[in-house]
């Protein structure tokens, strides 16, 4: 046999693993596509769940119950709120849409309020967490992320809850601004991108006028200068920033197009709404209002100790300085460095804060702590740049497991927070006794009006007119006109009390001067109760 015709011996195949399916680490390729979803998914409900108990443990009150009262007025075909006079904001196209999903899955009462703020509070951290994470992956992603959502996990109880997890009162406009600015964080540099942008912030300044000062008006300034220093003082070509100048004036002609909208909605029957006031308040209050202002920012980041004795509550509140701390460091890096940024979310930002604070200060809104929610976006703005600018300086310094160990007591104190009890609505005590006497229509003033509305799931209707010494008239605040039709409706009792103090507190003198000596008073807890045998709509003027 010759040695062309011997036997060959195959040599042994090496197998070649197949890659095709596989992500670089060796897990199959959707499992890292779809950790992040996942991971955002399940930390929403859970937030969700925890923020749902966090707001309860502060009282359902008028505020609240009249955006839940409009929501289910246009659920029931009144779209453009036809006959109700509102306040300087509507929250027309932010809140009340939710309010109107969570009362189309669970009906009408009092606890939509606190489902609406939590799931409000819950987009929040999440939208504020992505707008963080920016383009960043890996590593550094997770760090801009858990950064972010660690500044504002744990509301804090009492203050940080009463602005943040209860009426809706421009915490909520937070979620479209961020999703404008998580558009122009990710979407590519387009033609459309400035329009959507623009639609956007027409669409959210419909419903809150705040938008300007949030939205509008700082990508006016940073495309200003953004294009400034790249046309004038870099002489680079001006078409490079066609961006720049598109998303400028596509902010300038959202204040425009949402003007149209809200005079369409008037000129169609709809909502009308009380002027803004737009007074600078006097220099001799400036000290006072930033006095308050500082409150109230220390109550949003969940650092509030004023007034506090020492204890859990005092403790869990100094942890929080840390959270303010970093977003402190963030905000005095963003305008340090703005001029020479790129990073166009962070001057956006940035700005955004200052003209927030300023606008707060000098204005004559400042007057009680519950005007902080005024500025309740300097929260979810603060933890945004946090994340952005200080994840590779804090990665760098090594100093990670101290705030984990940090993270950690931010959950111990959201943990407090859930476990603290609930409370009933404001006037739920009130609302069961009128119920129990069968009382259903009657006469207030506005803290207990539609609060007992509400409450009472809209068995009980209780007006509140404009209360004077002398006269009686329909009221005009976030009240509707056909309610006071006598044809509609038979008032027979008014409702007084001091718990709310000299503003919302009716004389009974004033009562009697108005309709005469009452068939029966009755004096239940904090209230009054007068009642008569006539309809009393027929003397409000």
């Known amino acids: ?202 669409w959210a300044q419909v419903g809150d006028q705040l938008v300007l000062t949030l939205g509008a008006a700082p990508i006016v300034v940073v495309c200003a200068v953004r294009a400034y220093r790249g046309v004038v003082a870099r002489r680079e070509p001006a078409r490079d920033y066609w961006f720049d100048f598109a998303l400028a004036a596509a902010a300038i002609a959202s204040t425009v197009v949402a003007a149209a909208a809200v005079r369409l909605i008037r000129d169609l029957g709809g909502y009308t709404m009380a002027p803004l006031d737009t007074t600078f308040s006097a220099s001799a209050a400036w000290p006072a209002h930033i006095a308050l202002a500082a409150e109230g920012v220390l109550g ?75 500025i309740a976006n300097v929260l979810p703005f603060g933890a945004v740049l946090a994340g952005r600018l200080l994840a590779d300086k804090l990665t760098a310094a090594r100093v990670l497991p101290a705030l984990a160990a940090v993270g950690c007591l931010y959950l111990a104190a959201l943990g407090y927070g859930v476990t603290r009890p609930q409370v009933p609505a404001h006037d739920q005590a009130l609302t069961d006794w009128l119920s129990a006497h069968h009382l259903t229509t009657g006469l207030g003033s506005y803290a207990e009006g539609n609060s007992v509305i509400l409450d009472s799931h809209g068995a009980i209707l209780l007006l509140a007119p404009a209360w004077r010494a002398d006269s009686v008239t329909p009221g005009k605040h976030e009240a509707k006109a056909a309610d006071f039709d006598p044809a509609r409706h038979y008032a027979d009792f008014v409702v007084t009390t001091e718990q709310d103090g000299p503003s919302f507190y009716i004389p009974p003198a004033w009562i009697i001067r108005a309709f005469g000596p009452p068939a029966h008073t009755y004096h239940y807890s904090v209230w009054t109760i007068m009642t008569w045998n006539t309809n009393l709509l027929t003397e409000v003027s």
């Open 1 to 202: 046999m010759s040695a062309a015709d011997s036997p060959r011996v195959a040599a042994p195949i090496t197998p070649v693993p197949d890659t095709r399916d596989r992500a670089p680490h060796g897990r199959p390729a959707g499992q890292g596509r779809w950790a992040w979803p996942a991971g955002y998914a399940v930390a929403a409900v859970l937030l969700f769940l925890c923020y749902l108990r966090v707001s309860g443990t502060q009282a359902v009150t008028s505020d609240g119950a009249s955006i839940a009262l409009q929501a289910w007025d246009i659920l029931h075909g009144n779209l453009l709120l036809k006959g109700w006079s509102l306040a300087d904001v509507t929250f027309y196209t932010t809140e009340i849409p939710e309010y109107m999903l969570v009362e189309l899955l669970r009906g009408l009462g009092p606890a939509d309020v606190h489902v609406s703020a939590a799931l409000s509070y819950t987009l929040l951290v999440i939208l504020a967490s992505l707008l963080a994470k920016g383009r960043a992956t890996g590593r550094e992603g997770l760090v801009r992320v858990l950064i972010a959502a660690g500044i504002m996990i744990a509301p804090q109880i009492g203050p940080g809850a009463f602005l943040l997890l209860l009426s809706p009162d421009h915490t909520g406009t937070g979620v479209p601004l961020l999703v404008i600015f998580l558009l122009l964080d990710r979407a590519p540099r387009r033609a459309w991108v400035p329009v959507l942008a623009g639609l956007l912030l027409a």
């Open 300 to 374: 949003l980041y969940g650092a509030d100790v004023t007034g506090r004795p020492l204890g859990v509550f005092t403790a869990l509140a100094l942890v929080h300085l840390a959270g303010l701390a970093l977003a402190v460091w963030a905000f005095c890096r963003a305008i340090r460095h703005f001029f020479g940024c790129d990073d166009m979310i962070a001057q956006v930002l940035a700005v955004a804060i200052v003209l927030n604070l300023a606008a707060y200060v000098f204005s004559m809104l400042p007057n009680t702590y519950w005007d902080n929610r005024e």
